[in-house]
């Protein structure tokens, strides 16, 4: 399951994947609740097999192209929560 919080951040990859039934992407909605809702329905159903967060990383850091890859140290929440990332940085 490929998770994108708006539609227009999943356009370029639904184009990429086209006539791939084994990637399932789901519009999330923005927002800790809006995702918190849409993963638990994810989760609900058969699991996937692996889940990535994906869409725009506008303005993280000067330097950054079209299709680069950022992985995170850590991730924080609208609420304050940290999560280290495997391998992140």
Same mark, same amino acid.
């Given at each position: 399951?490929?998770?994108?919080?708006? @539609?227009? %951040?999943?356009?370029?990859?639904?184009?990429a994947?086209?006539?791939?039934?084994?990637?399932?992407?789901?519009?999330?909605?923005?927002?800790? @609740?809006?995702?918190?809702?849409?993963? +638990?329905?994810?989760?609900?159903?058969?699991?996937?097999?692996?889940?990535?967060? *994906?869409?725009? =990383?506008?303005?993280?850091? @000067?330097?950054? +192209?079209? &299709?680069?890859?950022?992985?995170? *140290? %850590?991730?924080?929440? @609208?609420? &304050?929560?940290?999560?280290?990332?495997?391998?992140? =940085?």
């Open positions: 399951a490929v998770l994108f919080a708006l @539609d227009r %951040e999943a356009s370029p990859f639904r184009r994947v086209r006539g791939r039934p084994d990637i399932d992407i789901v519009i999330t909605g923005i927002g800790h @609740d809006a995702a918190s809702r849409t993963i +638990a329905r994810v989760l609900a159903g058969p699991p996937p097999s692996l889940v990535v967060m *994906a869409g725009f =990383g506008g303005a993280l850091r @000067d330097g950054l +192209a079209v &299709g680069d890859v950022v992985t995170p *140290a %850590e991730v924080v929440d @609208d609420r &304050g929560g940290r999560w280290a990332c495997a391998g992140g =940085g």
